[in-house]
């Protein structure tokens, strides 16, 4: 474009030589500076002759003055331009960056330094508006670069905000667990402290309604009690807490008392799974005391319901079933064939004062015993006459070695109880 202006300028100047009325004159042509030589077009140079110039001379250094400030401007122009597209790259960039768009951007647009006017003035004029555009984009970009940036902050604040408003909600969580388990353990403390309060007051209650039926009195010695039965029903009864092993002989020793009528009932029975008649002693109605084992029965000749105290042994063997029958320490009764070969079945229930219809159960009041027990002892063996003479008789203690009478063996239930026995002398001063 400047090359174009120079050459415009250079044929008006030609143009105005050849209308000039001066015939005889030529056009010289010199070397130019090296700034002229890039301008392409040769001018003629200015004669070096003193004087006053002529009108072609003063036009002629007029022209070669305007080309000077032409490729000044043009040098001007070229420095501002690549200012201007650093600044626009720049400008792209930043765009790029804060509005997400492609660095490109700028390129793709309208590039307005492409067709600037030919007129200095113009051009001075559009590089203003060109520099105040850029300058207000900057500013635009700017503005939106800081509100991009508030924006960025206030997640963070939200965030922060957030964060705290949890680590406090986390903290009264933690309180009120802190608090709850504080009210659990109180709460189990009293709860524990009640519980051991009520088995206390229960183990008091149970202790004192230990010592009313045992009136009000301890036992001398663990054997030193005798059982109650004072009505005939069918929940008062006493339990052996051990049971039998199998036994294939025995000998069952007890003291007893009783008035009843008709019949003193069942002292004691003996029942097993599948056999609730394995050992039974009883006086139901007008019958005469009779032994069970295995369900088969032996008559014996005792006779003990006139409410005195009674030594009552029962031996038997499996060897031909013989049994024998004491009372007071003298033989009043023996037989054979009560279920011979039949050994005693281990694991059973053995109770006082009730016959078993069941294993530990099914009782029926009218075999009830009515009356007192004490005593009660059963050896593996067939004891001696002499040796159940002298229990009977009171010169010898001997406790069975298979059930003994003990205190802590013998529970009570139904409202039987137990109470300290008389002597075995005061028993003996009874008959």
């Known amino acids: 474009m400047l090359a174009l202006l120079a050459a415009g300028v250079a044929l008006a100047v030609a143009a105005g030589a050849q209308d000039s009325p001066a015939p005889g004159n030529r056009f010289v042509c010199t070397a130019l500076p090296p700034e002229a030589a890039r301008a392409g077009c040769p001018l003629p140079a200015m004669p070096m002759q003193g004087g006053a110039l002529s009108p072609e001379e003063e036009l002629r250094a007029a022209v070669l003055q305007l080309r000077e400030t032409v490729v000044q401007q043009k040098e001007t122009l070229g420095s501002q331009r690549e200012a201007i597209r650093e600044l626009t790259a720049k400008l792209a960039r930043c765009e790029g960056l804060a509005g997400g768009k492609a660095p490109g951007r700028a390129a793709s647009g309208k590039d307005t330094m492409g067709d600037l006017p030919r007129d200095p003035g113009h051009v001075v004029e559009q590089l203003s508006r060109s520099l105040q555009t850029l300058k207000d ?19 963070g604040d939200f965030r922060e905000v957030l964060q705290r408003r949890l680590g406090e909600l986390e903290r009264q969580l933690l309180r009120k667990v802190a608090e709850l388990e504080d009210e659990k353990s109180l709460l189990h403390n009293e709860t524990s402290a009640h519980r051991q309060k009520t088995e206390s007051a229960l183990n008091a209650l149970l202790q004192r309604v230990t010592e009313l039926e045992r009136g009000n009195s301890a036992f001398k010695s663990p054997d030193a009690f005798k059982v109650s039965l004072p009505l005939r ?45 394995e050992i039974v002693l009883i006086e139901w109605g007008n019958n005469p005391i009779e032994l069970l084992i295995n369900d088969k029965v ?44 039949h050994p005693i079945k281990p694991g059973g229930v053995l109770i006082l004062g009730q016959e078993q219809d069941t294993v530990g159960g099914r009782f029926d009041a009218t075999q009830a015993f009515v009356g007192e027990l004490s005593q009660f002892n059963i050896w593996d063996r067939v004891l001696r006459a002499q040796e159940i003479i002298n229990i009977a008789n009171c010169s010898t203690n001997m406790p069975g070695n298979i059930i003994p009478w003990v205190d802590n063996n013998v529970d009570v239930f139904g409202g039987a109880s137990k109470w300290p026995v008389e002597t075995c002398e005061e028993r003996l001063l009874d008959l």
Request: glycine share 8%; aromatic share 12%; proline share 6%.
């Open 137 to 155: 984009r900057l500013e635009s970009l700017e503005h939106q670069l800081r509100a991009n940036v508030s924006n960025a902050v206030l997640p």
């Open 298 to 341: 032996a008559q014996l000749p005792l006779f003990v319901s006139d409410g005195k105290w009674h030594h009552i042994c029962i031996t038997w063997t499996t060897r031909d079933g013989m049994w024998e029958a004491f009372q007071d320490g003298e033989k009043l009764g023996t037989g054979e064939n009560l279920a011979p070969w």
């Open 233 to 277: 029903t069918n929940y008062l009864y006493g339990k052996i807490k051990k049971t039998l092993p199998e036994l294939y002989a025995f000998t069952i020793c007890l003291w007893l008392r009783s008035s009843a009528s008709p019949g003193i009932g069942t002292p004691f029975s003996y029942a097993v799974p599948g056999q609730a008649n």
